[in-house]
């Protein structure tokens, strides 16, 4: 597609409640990275990776939250036993070029808002 | 560890003003600087970004922003404001190494009629 899409654009979700956001990155895109973005706050990183390789997740805030590229496309984001914590809008960018590539630029999705009630 | 600061929670700007939104870093090595602006229930769209070479980088929307090694600071910069730019405004670095962008907080502009 032309840009980043996710899915859903808004979940809501009970405590205790397990999550999946879907983030399809622009086609060709060997990156791709989760931001979680807190009410008020800019993106802070969770995790990355190249193709289907998970290079980085040292950004998660628990083992509650796992990620997974499977195929080196599309990716998801999966949140366990979700808290009221949780609740933020997840990003998810892709890039061209690996992480190697410093200056390569980074292209955003419009974000899933969870809230966890 | 690279940081970013927006000193500005909130910018307000009459339109055809110019307009300045402030950004300072610390980076342990070369950094590399980038804005993003994001309109509500939108994602980030990249507008610039600074790499290496001419101080002064020229992006979207006729926004620019000054690269200032010995202030470390990457001010965005417009030469005549729009209502339309009113939206959030991040500056983000990251520099050498396996590092992850780091953004700043945030500067909300407000473009006034």
């Known amino acids: 597609g032309a840009g980043v899409s996710q899915s859903p654009r808004y979940k809501v979700a009970k405590r205790g409640q397990d999550v999946a956001l879907r983030c399809d990155p622009i086609s060709g895109h060997v990156s791709l990275f989760w931001y979680q973005q807190a009410l008020g706050q800019g993106p802070e990183f969770l995790t990355y990776f190249q193709n289907e390789a998970q290079l980085d997740k040292s950004g998660l805030p628990s083992d509650r939250f796992f990620a997974e590229r499977p195929e080196g496309s599309v990716s998801t984001l999966k949140i366990q036993r979700t808290q009221q914590e949780d609740s933020a809008v997840y990003l998810c960018?892709?890039?061209?070029?690996?992480?190697?590539?410093?200056?390569?630029?980074?292209?955003f999705g419009p974000g899933t808002r969870l809230t966890v009630l | 560890a690279q940081s970013v600061a927006q000193p500005e929670d909130q910018v307000n700007v009459a339109e055809g003003n110019p307009l300045t939104v402030k950004c300072t870093y610390s980076v342990s090595g070369n950094p590399y600087l980038f804005w993003y602006v994001q309109y509500p229930n939108r994602g980030l769209q990249f507008l610039l970004k600074y790499i290496t070479g001419d101080n002064l980088v020229k992006g979207s929307y006729g926004f620019e922003a000054e690269f200032n090694k010995s202030q470390t600071s990457f001010h965005l910069k417009k030469p005549s404001a729009l209502v339309s730019d009113s939206a959030l405004y991040f500056c983000a670095v990251r520099d050498l190494g396996n590092t992850p962008l780091v953004f700043g907080k945030g500067t909300r502009l407000s473009v006034i009629a």
């Open positions: 960018a892709s890039s061209l070029k690996v992480l190697a590539g410093l200056t390569d630029t980074q292209y």
